[in-house]
């Protein structure tokens, strides 16, 4: 069965600093995509970034950034110039098939 | 705009009573679903659907019940044989990538569910 760990319950970063949430996933299939979601105290589930697991190239969008290691099954995410409102929640998720299938998450918190 | 909506945004129930909460999209998504969020934890999948007319059991169904009738319109009955049903449902859904495999998923704003 397919799983999604995230070992990091809980992160804090300086503002303008950067910091790195990790990730690792269980899975036999080949083709399948990694997401990470953003969960602010709205409580609405954003998408922050996604990568085919076919792409070798990390996606990046702006100050988000991964690094997706298929190997070894890791998919990090990398936040640069971290802002106040990046605080929230932080859910990493998979999907081969049908079923989306998410981590624990991790809060992360940012100090000005 | 596209986008999904889910009303209420808080709903209060007494023991006992059924509640429906409502899920809708203008996306032309094929997949919807709907997860139960508990206080600090992550999302727990409750049922979803692929095509109309039709709909799957998830990880935590029991004391749920769905319908699929039209692609724009994804119900959640939640009934008086769910335990514990206070927390936060979310509905999401998805587009169809080929055969078998979906994309991202894009969520609705939530309810918050209090049984009294």
New interface residues.
């Given amino acids: 069965a397919q799983t999604v760990t995230q070992s990091q319950p809980e992160m804090s970063v300086q503002e303008a600093e950067t910091v790195t949430l990790s990730c690792t996933y269980d899975t036999s299939e080949s083709d399948y995509y990694l997401f990470w979601y953003k969960q602010p105290p709205s409580r609405q589930m954003i998408l922050v970034i996604r990568q085919e697991a076919y792409k070798q190239q990390n996606a990046t969008e702006n100050r988000f950034s991964v690094n997706f290691q298929k190997a070894a099954k890791s998919f990090s995410l990398k936040i640069s110039d971290s802002q106040l409102g990046d605080a929230a929640m932080y859910f990493c998720a998979y999907i081969s098939t049908d079923k989306l299938i998410f981590g624990t998450g991790t809060r992360l918190q940012v100090f000005p | 705009d596209g986008g999904i909506t889910q009303s209420p945004k808080y709903l209060f129930r007494k023991e006992g009573q059924n509640v429906t909460l409502s899920c809708e999209q203008n996306l032309n998504h094929d997949?919807m679903?709907w997860y139960r969020?508990d206080p600090g934890?992550?999302?727990r999948?409750i049922y979803?659907s692929?095509i109309v007319n039709d709909f799957?059991k998830?990880d935590i169904a029991e004391g749920y019940s769905v319908s699929r009738e039209k692609k724009e319109s994804f119900p959640l009955t939640v009934t008086s044989a769910q335990k514990n049903p206070t927390a936060?449902y979310?509905c999401?859904s998805?587009t169809r990538v080929a055969g078998?495999?979906?994309?991202?998923?894009?969520?609705g704003?939530?309810t918050r569910l209090t049984v009294l």
Avoid: M, N, W
């Fill in positions: 997949a679903y969020q934890q992550g999302l999948l979803y692929q799957q998830g936060f979310l999401a998805s078998s495999v979906f994309d991202e998923q894009f969520f704003p939530g």
